[in-house]
């Protein structure tokens, strides 16, 4: 049993918990009934390890398989490492027909064309996703299983969710994935997180979202009812103006659970009423990055709590666009007064 | 001679709270037991407001930091202090606290208080008390020693560093040990007025760092408290105290570049959102001269004019407002954490890393001011 199968399995053993384990094992169905008798999962971790070890030995398993149950882990677990997210662009006439084993062949074959050695795993998980693992070497070595890059696509929809990939790496899938489904161009969609159902719910919109009305109807004004009728909230209307100004940027229900959003600010300094900074000419460069272990619901707090007093549309664009990366510049007019000392800050459509 | 009075009642004011009430002064606060031949001592903040003890003071001016200080200059501390001292003082991070004065602490006896504290330990180990950090330890080596080179004023204590060593059960001579903990006592321009008030066998060490373990930095903290007389609490790093790095650190980047002026802040919604706001170095620098220069004095060119809060306070306010054109929070919604630049960090819950050693003499001299405040004596 070679040494990269044996460091993998060890990784995969030493970062899985032992419950999720056993479930992965029974998923990945290779143990025979005796050897899953012989597993007692209340030991150790060394313990189970050595175990494994040697029904690898005994089975003669490879780091294919290694990788595949690793690969099985990993999809059921889809909430771990940093996710970014990609967009498709220009499709071609035929994008919309592309199929799931015309994209694999394809796929493949256009992969193993571009590396040498380079090891690809695709599988189709429960919701209509597709999960390719890739294993790169290069001229020289074999595939290095220790690293491998995970990519998540929805057939027939142009969003592509990445995960640990170099940047020499990148331009490899990206020609293989845009050759196989039928676009010009694979585009960096400015959306990275932790959690790839957050991310891919928050891109792709599914989750409860609000839409414009010139009838608001039921929302809030509800939850008022059953309290005291002699009890009379002094500030009532103001409370319901920002709670609906709340659920008007970020809905009502639950929220995709992004981590971070980062704004790099490049416009002009507007911090005092006079002074010489006001009149200089080049941004003021700050970043700011807002984090939170479910940031649209903070946001959503500040908002009806009244702390950030309108949603800007720095904030309403996260959820809008599905980014939370952005670069913000002063709007550029034909020719810029003196005298108007705020501009208005633009979102840049940011780099790739 | 008289006599330390430790249980008293005194009522800490927040720092934070600006507003002024028009409550009348308490005379004097703690300490005051007249001996035979009149020497007494006096309380910090009596010698702060030394002409208006008795006047109708809002109970606040006194108890804040200094509000105007030098600006810091280039310290070529290397000079004056060993680098391997200075090694162990920057790039680590220390949890502060303050420390009341020391009785009998004697900077010629630090080979027996090496002795002292490392049997205290070993009692203490034998007492049942857990102090096992790694692995099989049959006990510990501390040493005290002295950092010279670190005093600014003249009524300054030298600074005391102690490192504790692990004995491991079999030495092995050929790896050079890392302590498992280290602590400093130190005092940088302490008000002179209360340093001379101090009776004779009083030495003050106001600022109490230490990086390890909770359990050794208590032992050691206790064995003070027995051995001296002394009692230690936290330090937080007031709001205050933190613009006041931001500013000063600021300053510093047309000698040495800090790199980027990095704030953080927490809002307090559920979840808490935290905004980390980094400002690009130049564009910080260029911020803060324009507040310097701005009432029109024409005194440029020389770098000994002081630092007032006033421009402290614009300074942050001018961030604060160029954020708030962007996202409508206004930041004030929830406290500073923490403040860091490539000069050090500094953490409202009392932490501080000091990263280069120019500039380490200005922030130690900050925070020895904070532990003096907020020493209860």
Same mark, same amino acid.
């Given at each position: ?99 799931? @084993?015309?994209? +694999? ?5 256009? =992969?193993? &064309? /571009?590396?040498?050695? #380079?090891?690809?795993?695709?599988? $189709? ?119 609906? @100004?709340?659920? +008007? ?5 639950? =929220?995709? &659970? /992004?981590?971070?959003? #980062?704004?790099?600010?490049?416009? $002009? ?84 | ?377």
């Amino acid at each position: 049993m070679g040494d990269a199968t044996k460091r993998l399995l060890q990784r995969l053993i030493r970062r899985t918990r032992i419950q999720m384990l056993k479930t992965t094992l029974e998923k990945w169905d290779r143990l025979t009934l005796a050897q899953r008798q012989s597993m007692v999962f209340i030991q150790s971790k060394s313990a189970i390890t050595e175990k494994l070890l040697s029904i690898c030995e005994e089975n003669e398993w490879t780091v294919k398989h290694i990788a595949e149950l690793e690969m099985i882990h990993v999809m059921d677990n889809p909430n771990q490492g940093m996710w970014y997210a990609f967009r498709l662009m220009d499709p071609e006439d035929d994008a919309h027909s592309v199929e799931l @084993m015309q994209f +694999k062949e394809q796929f493949k074959s256009l =992969l193993h &064309e /571009l590396v040498r050695h #380079v090891s690809v795993k695709i599988k $189709k998980h429960a919701d209509e996703a597709i999960w390719i693992r890739i294993a790169w070497g290069d001229g020289f070595s074999q595939p290095n299983h220790l690293k491998p890059t995970y990519v998540v696509h929805y057939l027939q929809t142009p969003f592509v969710f990445v995960t640990s990939i170099t940047s020499k790496q990148k331009p490899l899938l990206s020609q293989a994935l845009t050759v196989s489904t039928r676009h010009q161009d694979l585009k960096n969609a400015n959306l990275s997180g932790r959690k790839l159902t957050a991310i891919r719910d928050l891109l792709m919109q599914q989750y409860p979202q609000v839409f414009p009305t010139n009838f608001p109807g039921h929302t809030a004004e509800n939850n008022q009812m059953e309290s005291n009728p002699r009890r009379v909230k002094e500030q009532a209307g103001l409370e319901a103006d920002r709670l609906r @100004m709340a659920h +008007k940027a970020f809905g009502d229900g639950m =929220l995709p &659970e /992004l981590e971070s959003a #980062v704004y790099e600010l490049e416009t $002009k300094f507007n911090g005092h009423a006079n002074g010489t900074m006001t009149d200089r000419e080049q941004p003021f460069r700050c970043v700011v990055k807002f984090t939170s272990t479910n940031l649209l619901e903070s946001l959503r707090q500040c908002a009806s709590s009244g702390i950030v007093s309108t949603v800007t549309p720095l904030f309403s664009s996260i959820p809008r666009s599905g980014k939370n990366y952005f670069v913000i510049t002063n709007k550029s007019h034909g020719s810029s007064s003196k005298t108007s000392n705020i501009t208005e800050p633009q979102i840049l459509d940011s780099k790739d | 001679m008289f006599k330390f009075v430790s249980g008293f009642y005194c009522s800490i004011v927040n720092m934070e709270r600006g507003h002024s009430s028009g409550v009348k002064t308490p005379p004097t606060r703690g300490v005051v037991q007249k001996s035979k031949n009149k020497t007494y001592q006096q309380s910090y903040r009596s010698c702060l407001r030394a002409s208006s003890r008795f006047a109708l003071t809002p109970a606040l001016t006194a108890r804040r930091l200094n509000t105007s200080r030098r600006a810091p200059r280039l310290h070529n501390i290397t000079e004056k202090v060993r680098p391997e001292h200075l090694d162990i003082l920057m790039k680590t991070e220390w949890k502060l606290a303050y420390v009341t004065p020391l009785y009998q602490f004697r900077h010629t006896q630090l080979q027996s208080y090496s002795r002292q504290l490392s049997e205290f330990i070993a009692a203490e180990k034998q007492q049942g008390l857990a102090v096992e950090v790694e692995g099989l330890q049959s006990s510990f080596r501390v040493s005290f020693s002295v950092v010279p080179g670190m005093t600014e004023a003249d009524d300054d204590a030298e600074t005391v560093l102690i490192q504790i060593h692990s004995k491991p059960m079999f030495a092995r001579q050929d790896k050079p040990q890392k302590p498992v903990w280290s602590g400093w006592l130190t005092c940088i321009n302490g008000n002179p007025d209360y340093l001379q008030s101090l009776p004779q066998d009083f030495i003050c060490l106001p600022l109490f760092g230490s990086s390890g373990s909770e359990v050794l930095t208590r032992l050691v903290q206790s064995w003070f408290q027995q051995t001296f007389d002394c009692c230690f609490g936290c330090l937080e790093i007031s709001e205050t105290c933190l613009h006041w790095l931001a500013a000063l650190w600021t300053n510093c980047h047309s000698e040495s570049s800090i790199q980027r002026l990095k704030l953080i802040w927490t809002i307090p919604v559920k979840p808490v959102l935290q905004v980390t706001y980094t400002v690009n170095p130049q564009d910080a620098w260029d911020l803060w001269s324009d507040i310097r220069k701005e009432p029109g004095e024409e005194n440029e060119g020389e770098d000994g004019r002081s630092v007032d809060i006033e421009e402290v306070t614009r300074f942050i306010q001018g961030l604060k407002n160029h954020f708030y054109k962007h996202f409508k929070l206004d930041l004030s919604a929830g406290p500073l954490q923490q403040v860091s630049t490539a000069l050090g960090s500094a953490k409202y819950s009392g932490r501080i890393k000091i990263s280069s050693s120019r500039y380490m003499i200005t922030t130690l001299t900050l925070l020895t001011e904070g532990a003096l405040l907020k020493m209860p004596i």
